[in-house]
């Protein structure tokens, strides 16, 4: 029988949860804020010609509140997004066993998997033995308690 694994439970730290790995509905409410400002700019920009004056300048806007932004405002919408995943960087680097390498990782579910298969053919074995005192109850009119 091949050494048995060495099994720990792993506690996740405690600044890392699934809310703090979870970049990906942070970052489509971003796109989609920026698709929803550049449609909105294409579709209410009539086009000039070039080197036409257009206006005045406009006045720095509170868009980031009202759900859409510019292309310049992107940077700050995206901090949080960068901060989260470098505090999720962090916290993964004190896990333990990070420092393992490939084959170490390997070997352990090798290993793993042959107990996995060794137990799965007791099972079958415990199952048989099962089988067989049943059908020999059957025999004799006892039933047997499940």
């Known amino acids: 029988m091949p050494a048995a694994a060495t099994t720990t439970t792993t506690h996740l730290p ?11 509905t942070e970052l489509t409410t971003i796109l989609t804020r ?4 550049q ?3 294409s579709a209410t920009i009539p086009p000039t010609a070039a080197g036409a004056v ?3 300048t406009p006045l720095p806007s509170s868009s980031l509140h009202t759900g ?4 310049k405002e992107l940077p700050a919408a995206t901090d949080n997004l ?5 505090r999720a960087r962090a916290a993964v680097r004190t896990l333990p066993d990070m420092a393992r390498t490939v084959e170490q990782q390997e070997r352990d579910i090798a290993e ?3 107990r996995r298969r060794e137990q799965l053919a007791m099972l079958a074995r415990i199952k048989a033995v099962g ?7 059957r025999e004799d009119g006892e039933r047997m308690i499940e």
């Open 82 to 86: 960068k901060h989260k995943l470098q």
């Open 68 to 71: 859409t932004f510019s292309v």
């Open 112 to 114: 793993l998997e042959a």
């Open 54 to 56: 257009t206006g005045t």
């Open 39 to 41: 449609s909105a700019a």
């Open 34 to 37: 920026l698709r929803a400002s």
């Open 14 to 24: 405690p600044n890392l949860s699934p809310d703090s790995v979870d970049t990906l």
């Open 131 to 137: 089988l067989e005192q049943s059908k020999g109850d």
